[in-house]
């Protein structure tokens, strides 16, 4: 396939883009480094319009075809933003960034996106306009709403938009996809239990303030096993128990307890907010204590729309000769806000065995890269034919 062998003769340069963007790992919004250096190689590569700035920290690209005779346009989307953790790998190119490391594959993300926009760059061989978008703070920023809000889709006329993700455990160049809710609702909670606190000595004289938020922790699970119909998805996740003293012989008066939710509908979604605030309040009522609960919805259900999802998996197919179905998964994806505002479909790309995401000793496989990249461009090939 011309656009799978253009592709392995990229890689060496496409894989020098990915080691630099891992030596040199921004958290959040602080993309400063890896956005200008996406923007200089997007200028470099003749896109005919580059912005930056947009959602804080993102770049965008746009990329006309040999003609615009369909008027359609395209959004390619790749994330560009570190963990704050430490990597624990003997990588030659290892993170130099104490505390900051690569341990998502956004830096390949992004190296990938950058070796379509260079192709597609060149040989224009579409109808229509492709806009590559290059996003900050994925991990928990929200950068792909920031970048929504500052009117992104209308600014660009985008009317389709795309994702990737690279998928440990997935052979290596493999796909896998599903249509509709792909990735969880994402809410984040913290609950102060207020009780009396005292002498370990005189229990009788408190109000237990351990013994009530560990029973808020066990009746949090009667969310997922007695409310929530067993056929929908939910986790419900006490993360952490902090008490307001570590003495051996005193009873605290403050428990802290914080944690998340994760859904896949908006309906399970309601449901758990309003089932979780009644158990914590009547829980800690029964045990002479008051509970301060504050709830934060996070990022949405990432749902991918039918019609692009079928086309998505055709397009894997002539990559890959396979597309398999991709299982839901309980993670958070703020791509789930640019599939909010236009159609669109998010995939996974196979990053083989090893270590998962999010783990010290996660690595990137740069093999992966060519068929990533492939799948980028015949998106944009694929749905605007060139005339």
């Known amino acids: 396939m011309p656009i799978k062998n253009r592709f392995a003769d990229m890689l060496p340069e496409i894989t020098a883009w990915r080691h630099d963007f891992h030596q040199h790992p921004e958290i959040l919004f602080e993309t400063h480094r890896t956005s200008a250096i996406v923007a200089e190689k997007l200028r470099e590569f003749g896109c005919d319009e580059v912005v930056t700035g947009i959602g804080r920290t993102g770049v965008v690209g746009v990329i006309n075809g040999k003609s615009d005779a369909s008027g359609k346009v395209i959004g390619l989307r790749a994330d560009m933003d570190a963990l704050p953790m430490q990597e624990q790998t003997d990588l030659p190119y290892k993170s130099k960034v104490d505390g900051a490391m690569h341990a998502c594959g956004h830096d ?164 758990v907010e309003q089932s979780l605030r009644e158990i914590v309040t009547g829980t800690a009522t029964a045990h002479g204590a008051t509970a301060d609960i504050d709830y934060r919805r996070g990022y949405p259900v990432m749902v991918n729309s039918e019609e692009q999802t079928a086309f998505a998996a055709e397009v894997a197919k002539s990559v890959a000769g396979d597309c398999a179905t991709a299982n839901q998964t309980m993670g958070g994806e703020d791509f789930s806000y640019m599939l909010q505002e236009r159609p669109g479909a998010y995939i996974f790309v196979g990053n083989g065995e090893g270590a998962d995401v999010h783990h010290p000793e996660y690595v990137f496989k740069d093999e992966t890269m060519p068929a990533g990249c492939s799948w980028w461009a015949e998106i944009v090939e694929k749905r605007m034919p060139a005339r």
């Not at 928990?140 to 795309?162: A, H, L, N, P, T």
């Not at 002498?199 to 009746?219: G, N």
């Not at 929530?228 to 307001?244: A, G, L, W």
Request: charged share 20%.
């Open 108 to 271: 390949g993300h992004t190296a990938m996106l950058l070796g379509a926009a260079k192709y597609l760059s060149e040989t224009r061989n579409f109808d229509g306009k492709a806009v590559v978008i290059f996003q900050p703070a994925e991990e928990g920023g929200g950068g792909g709403r920031e970048m929504c809000e500052d009117g992104m889709m209308d600014r660009f006329g985008i009317q389709e938009v795309y994702g990737m993700h690279n998928w440990p455990d997935l052979p290596v160049g493999q796909f896998a996809i599903r249509p509709g809710a792909f990735f969880a609702a994402t809410d984040l909670f913290d609950i102060i239990i207020e009780g009396r606190g005292g002498h370990a000595a005189k229990p009788h004289l408190t109000r237990d303030t351990t013994v009530a938020a560990s029973h808020v922790v066990v009746a949090l699970q009667t969310i997922a096993a007695r409310i929530v119909s067993p056929i929908d998805q939910i986790v419900v996740s006490v993360t952490s128990f902090r008490t307001s003293s570590e003495a051996f012989n005193v009873i605290p008066q403050t428990v802290h307890l914080r944690g998340t939710v994760r859904t896949l509908s908006d309906d399970v979604r309601d449901l």
